[in-house]
């Protein structure tokens, strides 16, 4: 539009009284527009645009809180004192998200949380993972496809198996002049429960809250 | 601002084209005949030195900036009829601009789009339009310019973004559950239907309590309500069910029977194990929003047309069915809104303002009567001042202050939600839905190749005049053909969440 603005001021020759009409209606109608230059965002920055809704960076402050509070748990840390590496299942059917957030991507978020695991564990902890395998070990032992070495056909049993549960508490007050506040209170509780005798070992939970208003014109 | 007197190509082809968009293929448009390449520059273009040429050049191209650079938002209403006509692929093409524009009817655009794709069976497009329109109606970020502007004496309730009234926000994320639970993922479902369950809700003025009432005061309070629509409870136990999660399934199906008794036997034989066809059959057109009061700042409903199920058969065996849900009965049980209030005192203030201006109108003609007869010209001269700032003021008023309601809204929602339930033989099945309108007119549909799991197989029906049956749709085309999208819910896996 700048250039557009540019040409009818160079050419006022030709453009007569209704380009300098149309130029002046162009200055008062007209509005910043999208450049789409690119921006790098930093994903574990807060994200301000999604209400009362868990984004990216809850989802990395929690795994790793709940990475370190495993860690120092001594129950675990006797286990993998008796044998290592301690076998754990993580399997994302474990972990419920029973909330209203219809964002959460609970996949992102066990994957976050192995990754964090992985980064802190050393050769103390292995992780199972038997869904990723599932069809190539099927392949495999129905002699679809060769098998690339000793193939057991019981897979690896786990020591612990994690579960979770994603909960919430809504609650909606009114402020001034017909605005409402919503609180939005997300709990993760996480459990390391041992297979041979169904002790919880581990068993810790994380908070988020979160608020947002929604304003007079939407009550 | 550019030095270059001339138009870069780019830019030239940039604005043929959004010109092309926005008026078709225009007679307004300049050709490319007026315009050469630049003799300094190739990259640039300059307009030919034809006299005529650049007069109607200057003309056109006013013109076209005049309509692009003043045009309001779109309102995503001209297509409506084609869904109506049941000609989905005309909705979506036409509201497509809707899913990258910022401007506040956007989710208009969006809601109907997610409409038309489900009418067209395209349920992968309709899951991605119901995740669009769920985040935007559960985020509200407060003070946004549209909210600031509908807040403001000046503003129009319409200038706020669109989120449309508690049921059509809750509809979104029941959408988008259904969308979800048709393929298998439970949880993800589920997360969906609570969050249909919440929208519901929020505050409402209501009368206050006969001891409390105050003579002159607004006798309203603002109280949180909370409704339960039966249909979202049920899905909400049923998704429970399928993720083992027994004690909430239990609680939500409790909520269900509350919210309707009556449904509450056909509720139990849904979650029954043996039952392997839930079909959702939507009839009727949505409330249709009013706009009340001497200023039209009161928003109210009245009914759309309904429509009524008589029978529905699998390959020739009965389903129970019931109504689950009335979207005009939920739209209305909720007292006034907060947002109602605020128009009044837009109207009070207009109606203020307006009379105002009157008086001063009347005050001014007096004094310039008496100005004319006294032989006073500067009295006579200050009573028309006065009489232009009056009717200058009455004008203002009304032209400039709008209390009206907002009655932007999603039109292609249905009147009434029956559910059904039956349990048959898995394989491929014909569908036949016995139903007439208000005016007895014949709305029934007979669908082919519907395809049946061993255990929960979702169905969707909208009931519409044009709207007769055929292939059931399992994929991307529309309900006469195209290719399966992939394997039934009960063969799809594990949730993907």
């Known amino acids: 539009l700048a250039r557009l603005s540019a040409l009818l001021a160079g050419r006022s020759a030709v453009l007569g009284r209704s380009g300098w009409l149309v130029l002046a209606a162009l200055v008062g109608c007209s509005s910043e527009q999208p450049t789409g230059t690119q921006e790098v965002l930093d994903p574990t920055a807060t994200q301000k645009d999604v209400g009362t809704l868990v984004d990216i960076s809850d989802i990395v402050e929690v795994s790793q809180r709940m990475v370190n509070s495993l860690r120092q748990s001594p129950q675990v840390a006797s286990l993998i004192g008796k044998a290592r590496p301690v076998r754990i299942s993580i399997d994302p059917r474990e972990v419920k998200n029973l909330t209203s957030m219809t964002n959460f991507s609970k996949r992102l978020f066990v994957n976050q949380m192995l990754a964090s695991l992985n980064k802190n564990a050393g050769d103390d902890l292995a992780f199972i993972d038997r869904e990723a395998v599932a069809a190539e070990r099927e392949r495999q032992l129905s002699g679809e496809v060769k098998p690339a070495g000793e193939l057991d056909p019981a897979s690896a049993g786990a020591d612990l198996v994690l579960t979770g549960r994603i909960l919430e508490k809504l609650d909606r007050e009114p402020t001034g002049g017909g605005a409402v506040k919503e609180v939005r209170s997300v709990q993760f509780s996480f459990s390391l429960v041992q297979v041979k005798d169904a002790l919880t070992l581990w068993s810790d939970v994380f908070y988020r809250v979160k608020q947002q208003v929604i304003g007079t014109v939407y009550g | ?497």
């Open chain 2, 1 to 497: 601002m550019s030095a270059d007197c001339g138009l870069r190509i780019a830019d030239f082809q940039k604005l043929e084209i959004r010109a092309r968009k926005s008026e078709g293929e225009s007679p307004f448009l300049p050709t490319s005949m007026d315009w050469t390449p630049h003799p300094g520059n190739p990259q640039l273009l300059s307009p030919i030195r034809n006299p005529q040429s650049a007069i109607r050049n200057s003309t056109y191209l006013g013109l076209i900036i005049l309509a692009l650079g003043c045009s309001s938002p779109p309102a995503y209403v001209e297509a409506d009829s084609f869904y109506f006509l049941n000609r989905p692929a005309e909705v979506l093409a036409r509201y497509a601009p809707a899913e990258k524009d910022r401007e506040s009817n956007a989710l208009v655009g969006i809601d109907k789009m997610l409409s038309a794709a489900m009418l067209e069976g395209d349920w992968k497009n309709a899951e991605r339009l119901a995740e669009l329109a769920s985040i935007r109606v559960n985020v509200f970020l407060s003070g946004e310019k549209g909210e600031r502007d509908a807040l403001s004496l000046l503003g129009q309730e319409k200038d706020k973004p669109f989120k449309g009234e508690p049921y059509e926000r809750a509809m979104a994320d029941f959408y988008f559950g259904l969308l979800r639970y048709r393929r298998g993922e439970y949880e993800g479902a589920l997360n969906a239907f609570l969050s249909a369950m919440n929208k519901v809700r929020g505050t409402y003025q209501l009368p206050v309590e006969p001891d409390k009432a105050r003579k002159g005061a607004p006798n309203a309070e603002t109280v949180l309500f909370e409704n339960r629509y039966s249909t979202f409870a049920f899905f909400a136990a049923s998704s429970c069910q399928h993720i083992d999660e027994p004690e909430e399934a239990r609680r939500y199906l409790e909520m269900a029977k509350q919210a309707r008794p009556e449904m509450a036997a056909l509720f139990d034989q849904g979650l029954d194990p043996r039952t392997n066809v839930l079909a959702v059959i939507e009839a009727g057109l949505a409330p249709v929003k009013r706009q009340r009061g001497e200023r039209r700042q009161i928003l109210a409903y009245s009914r759309g047309l309904s429509a009524t199920v008589e029978s529905v058969r699998v390959s020739g065996q009965p389903m129970s069915f019931g109504v689950s849900e009335d979207l005009f009965v939920q739209a209305t049980t909720i007292g006034g809104r907060a947002v109602d209030k605020l128009n009044d005192v837009k109207a009070s203030r207009q109606e203020a303002l307006a009379a105002a201006g009157y008086f001063t109108t009347v005050a001014g003609t007096f004094i310039a009567f008496a100005g004319s007869a006294n032989h006073n010209q500067n009295l006579q001269m200050a009573g028309l001042a006065a009489m232009a700032i009056g009717v200058g003021t009455m004008i203002f008023a009304e032209a400039a202050i709008d209390p009206s309601a907002d009655i932007r809204a999603w039109n292609t929602l249905p009147d009434q939600i029956y559910l059904a339930f039956g349990s048959v033989e898995p394989g491929t099945h014909q569908v036949d839905i016995q139903a007439q309108n208000q005016f007895s007119g014949d709305l029934s549909q007979h669908w082919t190749d519907v395809p049946v799991s061993k255990d929960t197989t979702l169905l969707w029906f909208r009931l519409l005049p044009y709207r007769k049956g055929g292939v059931y749709p399992t994929g991307g085309a529309g309900p006469t053909g195209g290719a399966p999208e992939g394997p039934p819910a009960a063969e799809a896996g594990p949730p993907r969440t």
